[in-house]
């Protein structure tokens, strides 16, 4: 205290500075360094991760191909409203003839061809067709010559099409995405009735999720009660089978339930040598739900069984005791007791089961055939074979945020910061 | 917890029942990784037991897998595609990863909760939107198709199970040890290396065996950012189920389980050792 000697009221460090400020810029300090050590994870995460999902969900609302293909036509419509019931004027025509011979040449006029039939069939070709032509029209009365390439070309709705589509935000792939559609009018519909997939497919995959959660609360309960009941050497060494599973390839775990379920597999020979079938009555038991269902409960089932375990093993066994002691039957004891202290690892475990599976793949895309594939196998479709990038980002963007909110959930069961793993 | 001299009948059958139930559980949690063992013996092209094999005959076994396995070129370039991208993928997200863990077990960590929320997106956000995101966003940097790609994006989803088993190792940790070794006269870095770490290197390894096998066995990712080049052995074996299914796959899981085998026997031993180290349990 030589140099902070008590001028004031205010205490001082010894270089005169005012402790306060001085703890205030040491705390800041600490802090920052703290700072920087997550830092680079952080900035790995956001340039590797984030930004690539944040990049792709924008597709889902991004529409400037008609923008950019057609820019002297998109301008031209301008002063065009469809709800005028007029064709419109020579100098569309006259632009759209300049547009369409530059796609054609520069090759982009089929991906617009096939991004305007998502939302009317009949425009790829329209627009294909037009491309051919387009190059060898006088440059007289635009209108007569593309009118007698197509006739499509004098309906109004294919002009309301284009102005509309020429936003560069759609809202086209969300309404898609939930089996709706903009009619020839502009207005939301719901798609024909033989188009309406995702919203059942939506429904399906929850359903079908929260039935395998259910069946993983159902299986692990007793495993993860034995686990915490039995004395440490022994529930050791039973806790190697819940973490072998947990630790074997994804892939290896689907193969194995493919030699067991297939027509030809273990289960129905063992059943056919049995004689509970016949050979020649033996049971579809992969490629449809059964399959996902049983294969896709084995690889969760580890999921619910460690976090239910770590909740039990931390209920008193005396609780127990005292309700038997006061006279309850062991059902009782376990109904009223037991079970309601065990509700946070039923949660825990249930809504991880529910993330997981919601957004599964691989195993549906091998053993669930038609009716057991899920929404994400569509969103993979989407991406690689039918390229119609737009409605696969619009169902991403539904899944997670549907995957978000379980996780906010879960957030506020277990907090993210007790997570444990294995 | 056995059963009272003084049980009820009724006690003593559910007691029983209790039992059989569990292990029908167990054995469904653990048969299908063994039911394929044998059958990746079998001499004939089949994925089920035959005749042969189910009178224990001799003629019924083969390893003819195996050695499919070992000659095909194919299979060969997918091992070495598994190892070379797990390994250096595992080795970025663990140093990234303990770093994080390090800075977000410091009480004085601000916004810690957001973070680590963000931090752990990686393990909870489906597959296939991870995928397809950086299949777009990594052509585009030209990162597609490439080693380092499918390294980089195996290191994004590896992190999560880092950052989580080296926080778990801090919770417990004694921030007094470190003013200890400083008024010792320890630098900063020799209290990192000789104090820290010996006590977190039990999670930094078990969060790195996390993300090994994250990496080692992911699939989806690979199929979308990787090309034929980066070919794997989930891919191979991914594939392979999809077109012809050949019982070399059953021979390259039981490989698998053999490794899956090995990696929890040593991350078994970890948590013992680092329990010991902690004080948690006698012996």
Same mark, same amino acid.
């Given at each position: 205290m030589s140099g902070g000697a008590v001028s004031n009221d205010l205490l001082t460090t010894a270089d005169g500075t005012p402790l306060k400020v001085s703890l205030q810029r040491a705390l800041r300090r600490s802090r920052i360094r703290a700072f920087l050590l997550v830092a680079p994870l952080l900035v790995f995460i956001a340039l590797f991760f984030v930004v690539p999902i944040i990049d792709m969900l924008y597709r889902s609302v991004e529409n400037t191909i008609v923008e950019k293909v057609l820019p002297n036509t998109v301008v031209a419509l301008e002063s065009w409203s469809p709800s005028s019931d007029e064709m419109p004027p020579e100098v569309v025509f006259a632009a759209l003839n300049k547009d369409v011979v530059k796609g054609f040449k520069d090759k982009t006029l089929g991906r617009l061809a096939r991004r305007l039939n998502y939302d009317k069939p009949g425009m790829s070709s329209l627009f294909r067709k037009s491309g051919r032509r387009a190059?060898?029209?006088?440059?007289?009365?635009?209108?007569?010559?593309?009118?007698?390439?197509?006739?499509?070309?004098?309906?109004?709705?294919?002009?309301?099409?284009?102005?509309?589509?020429?936003?560069?935000?759609?809202?086209?792939?969300?309404?898609?995405?939930?089996?709706?559609?903009?009619?020839?009018?502009?207005?939301?519909?719901?798609?024909?009735?033989?188009?309406?997939?995702?919203?059942?497919?939506?429904?399906?995959?929850?359903?079908?999720?929260?039935?395998?959660?259910?069946?993983?609360?159902?299986?692990?309960?007793?495993? @993860?009660?034995?686990?915490?009941?039995?004395?440490?050497?022994?529930?050791?060494?039973?806790?190697?089978?819940?973490?072998?599973?947990?630790?074997?390839?994804?892939?290896?775990?689907?193969?194995?339930?493919?030699?067991?379920?297939?027509?030809?597999?273990?289960?129905?020979?063992?059943?056919?040598?049995?004689?509970?079938?016949?050979?020649?009555?033996?049971?579809?038991?992969?490629?449809?739900?059964?399959?996902?269902?049983? @294969?896709?409960?084995?690889?969760?089932?580890?999921?619910?069984?460690?976090?239910?375990?770590?909740?039990?093993?931390?209920?008193?066994?005396?609780?127990?005791?005292? @309700?038997?002691?006061?006279?309850?039957?062991?059902?009782?004891a376990f109904y009223r007791v037991y079970m309601p202290n065990t509700i946070p690892g039923v949660g825990a475990g249930g809504v991880l089961v529910f993330i997981l599976a919601i957004g599964y793949y691989i195993t549906p895309a091998l053993v669930g055939g038609q009716s057991g594939t899920f929404i994400s196998n569509f969103i993979a479709d989407h991406v690689s074979t039918t390229l119609n990038w737009g409605l696969a980002a619009a169902l991403g963007v539904l899944l997670l945020t549907l995957v978000l909110f379980m996780y906010s959930l879960y957030d506020k069961i277990v907090g993210i910061n007790n997570m444990k793993l294995g | 917890m056995s059963l009272p001299p003084y049980a009820s009948p009724l006690e003593r059958t559910w007691y029983y029942s209790f039992r059989v139930i569990c292990g029908a559980i167990f054995v469904f949690l653990i048969g299908p990784i063994f039911v394929i063992l044998p059958l990746s013996f079998n001499a004939q092209p089949y994925?089920?037991?035959?005749?042969?094999?189910?009178?224990?005959?001799?003629?019924?076994?083969?390893?003819?897998?195996?050695?499919?396995?070992?000659?095909?070129?194919s299979w060969g370039q997918a091992v070495r595609n598994s190892f070379f991208i797990a390994v250096f993928a595992t080795m970025i997200s663990t140093f990234l990863g303990t770093l994080a863990a390090l800075g977000l077990s410091r009480p004085e960590m601000p916004y810690r909760s957001p973070l680590m929320a963000l931090l752990i997106s990686p393990m909870i956000v489906p597959l296939i939107i991870s995928a397809a995101g950086m299949y777009f966003f990594y052509s585009r940097i030209g990162l597609a198709s490439t080693h380092l790609g499918v390294i980089l994006a195996h290191a994004a989803l590896g992190t999560p199970f880092v950052v989580i088993t080296v926080t778990a190792t801090l919770v417990g940790f004694d921030n007094t040890l470190i003013r200890a070794s400083q008024s010792l006269g320890a630098t900063p870095t020799t209290t990192f290396f000789k104090v820290i770490v010996p006590l977190i290197l039990p999670g930094v390894i078990s969060g790195g065996l996390f993300a090994f096998i994250t990496s080692f066995d992911e699939v989806v990712v690979v199929l979308f950012v990787g090309?034929?080049?980066?070919?794997?052995?989930?891919?191979?074996?991914?594939?392979?189920?999809?077109?012809?299914?050949?019982?070399?796959?059953?021979?390259?899981?039981t490989i698998l389980v053999m490794i899956s085998i090995s990696l929890l026997a040593t991350l078994e031993l970890l948590r013992r050792r680092s329990e010991r180290l902690r004080g948690l349990s006698p012996g």
């Open positions: 190059k060898r029209m006088k440059d007289v009365d635009f209108q007569g010559q593309f009118l007698k390439v197509d006739k499509k070309w004098g309906d109004i709705t294919t002009w309301a099409l284009i102005k509309r589509e020429s936003d560069p935000v759609t809202a086209s792939y969300f309404l898609a995405a939930v089996d709706m559609r903009y009619n020839e009018n502009g207005e939301m519909t719901s798609q024909p009735e033989e188009r309406q997939i995702y919203v059942n497919l939506f429904i399906r995959t929850i359903a079908m999720s929260a039935g395998i959660t259910l069946i993983c609360v159902i299986l692990g309960y007793p495993i @993860a009660y034995l686990l915490s009941i039995l004395p440490m050497r022994t529930s050791s060494l039973l806790m190697i089978l819940v973490l072998l599973p947990f630790w074997t390839s994804l892939l290896v775990r689907t193969t194995s339930w493919i030699a067991l379920l297939q027509t030809q597999g273990i289960l129905n020979d063992l059943m056919v040598l049995v004689g509970i079938l016949s050979d020649d009555g033996r049971v579809q038991l992969i490629h449809n739900k059964i399959g996902t269902f049983v @294969a896709m409960t084995h690889i969760l089932l580890p999921f619910m069984i460690l976090p239910l375990y770590s909740v039990m093993k931390t209920i008193p066994p005396s609780y127990m005791r005292a @309700a038997r002691s006061m006279g309850a039957s062991p059902a009782l | 994925f089920n037991f035959t005749p042969e094999m189910m009178s224990l005959d001799p003629v019924g076994y083969s390893l003819r897998w195996y050695k499919d396995f070992w000659t095909d070129e090309s034929v080049d980066q070919r794997t052995i989930p891919w191979a074996m991914f594939s392979g189920i999809r077109e012809q299914i050949s019982p070399t796959i059953l021979a390259v899981a």
